[in-house]
């Protein structure tokens, strides 16, 4: 697959479908609260498989009860494309079964 940079429009479109999702200092983030640190701990390890299997890799953080990534792609000089909207689903059912609060 060829890896383009996303447009703006593109950009928008896709964060439409991907609630609490932003796109800021070019790079799509989103925080996640859990009920625990451990559990919050959890994620962010599951997190980091999900990126190993994909080959796309987050900054990722975790905090106190929480976890916070932002991701754009390193080989296109640091824009946002199909593979950052991809890990970025991959990582939202993730969060869902780990039970995120809101
Ligand atoms: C060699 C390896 O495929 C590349 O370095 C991968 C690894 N993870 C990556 N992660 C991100 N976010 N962007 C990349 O371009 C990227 N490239």
Known sequence: MALAPLSQQEIDDRL???????????????????????????????IAQ????????SDLTLGYNSVKLSVNTHSVGGAVTEKDFGLAGRV???????????
């Open 50 to 57: 999900v990126q190993d299997e994909l080959d796309h890799h």
């Open 16 to 46: 439409a479908e991907l609630p609490g999702w932003e796109f800021r200092d070019d790079k799509l983030s989103r925080s996640y609260r859990l009920g625990s640190h451990f559990a919050a701990a959890a994620l962010a390890v599951h």
């Open 92 to 102: 939202e059912a993730l969060a869902k079964a780990h039970g995120v609060r809101a």
